[in-house]
């Protein structure tokens, strides 16, 4: 059983600040930034894009109402939601969540960083993706 799954048979703790029938939210062991929050499904989906519509449309909605109640509790400037997929992406734990960060400074536990690769061919990706 993975270890999400474990928190949510409440074999191993966790600080949850948040639960229904179907999501579960708690906050990160490693705060990235103050009050880093996993949305979780209660079920185990191994990824965002194995979860069913239902679940997806239900956990985003959890997802922004939480991410309303951190930034006004914690005077947050801004916020990440973030989702990992799959190991190259980042994904350490393959049991679907989205991760809220919110954001107090531009420098903090939580960078995000996008660099323009020149190499790629716009017109060749559209081409790729509409056809
Ligand atoms: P990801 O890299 O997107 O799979 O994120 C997994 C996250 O789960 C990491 O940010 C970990 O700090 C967090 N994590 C791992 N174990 C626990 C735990 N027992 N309770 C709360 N968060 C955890
Ligand atoms: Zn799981």
Same mark, same amino acid.
């Given at each position: 059983?993975?270890?999400?799954?474990?928190?949510?048979?409440? @074999?191993? !703790?966790?600080?949850?600040?948040?639960?229904? @029938?179907?999501?579960?939210?708690?906050?990160?062991?490693?705060?990235?930034?103050?009050?880093?929050?996993?949305?979780? !499904?209660?079920?185990?989906?191994?990824?965002?894009?194995?979860? !069913? #519509?239902?679940?997806?449309?239900?956990? =985003?909605?959890?997802? &922004?109402?939480?991410?309303? &109640?951190? =930034? #006004?509790?914690? &005077?947050?400037?801004?916020?990440?939601?973030?989702?990992?997929? $799959?190991?190259?992406?980042? &994904?350490?734990?393959?049991?679907?969540?989205?991760?809220?960060? !919110?954001? $107090?400074? #531009?420098? @903090?536990?939580?960078?995000? #960083?996008?660099? @323009?690769?020149?190499?790629?061919?716009?017109?060749?990706?559209?081409?790729?993706?509409?056809?």
């Amino acid at each position: 059983m993975c270890i999400f799954c474990k928190i949510i048979n409440h @074999e191993i !703790p966790s600080y949850t600040i948040y639960e229904d @029938e179907t999501i579960i939210a708690f906050l990160d062991i490693a705060q990235a930034t103050y009050g880093h929050t996993l949305v979780v !499904p209660k079920k185990h989906y191994d990824t965002l894009l194995d979860c !069913p #519509e239902d679940v997806l449309c239900h956990m =985003m909605k959890v997802t &922004q109402m939480l991410t309303k &109640q951190i =930034m #006004e509790k914690t &005077q947050a400037k801004g916020f990440n939601i973030l989702n990992n997929g $799959y190991e190259i992406a980042g &994904q350490v734990i393959m049991h679907a969540h989205m991760h809220i960060l !919110p954001r $107090y400074e #531009e420098k @903090e536990g939580f960078v995000i #960083e996008m660099h @323009e690769n020149k190499d790629i061919d716009l017109a060749q990706v559209q081409e790729l993706l509409t056809h």
